[in-house]
């Protein structure tokens, strides 16, 4: 039979700190630049699923190998210099910011 642990948290000596900072933010590569990303969930994505599903092919273009192209929409790059957005993200701060890609 299984024994049932509680731990508190709270009550645990505190052995180090971590840097505010630390609370850090991922900006996906192609918000940055541009291109196929995931589709949105949604009614438009249902419908392409429900189509058929292409044969399997070595990664043509932008869609990776062996997955589905109604998985993915073209995103134009967001406008980084966007007074909002600036603001917005200034108001995450401080944190470290990374922007990613596959």
């Known amino acids: 039979m299984a024994q ?3 731990l508190m ?3 645990l000596p505190k052995i180090g700190t971590v840097d505010e900072r630390y609370q ?3 900006v996906e590569m192609l918000e940055v630049t541009g291109g196929k990303f995931w589709r949105p969930y949604g ?3 249902e ?3 429900r189509q058929p599903a ?5 990664s043509s273009g932008d869609t990776p190998s062996g997955m589905n192209p109604a998985l993915y929409e073209y995103r134009p790059p967001l406008d980084l210099t966007n007074a909002r957005l600036r603001k ?3 108001a995450l701060g401080p944190a470290y910011v990374r922007v990613s890609g596959t």
Do not use: G, K, R, V
């Open 24 to 26: 850090s933010y991922n």
């Open 88 to 90: 917005l993200a200034a």
């Open 43 to 45: 009614p438009e994505l």
């Open 54 to 58: 292409p044969a399997p092919a070595a």
């Open 4 to 6: 049932t642990i509680s």
């Open 47 to 49: 419908a392409a699923l």
């Open 9 to 11: 948290p709270a009550d």
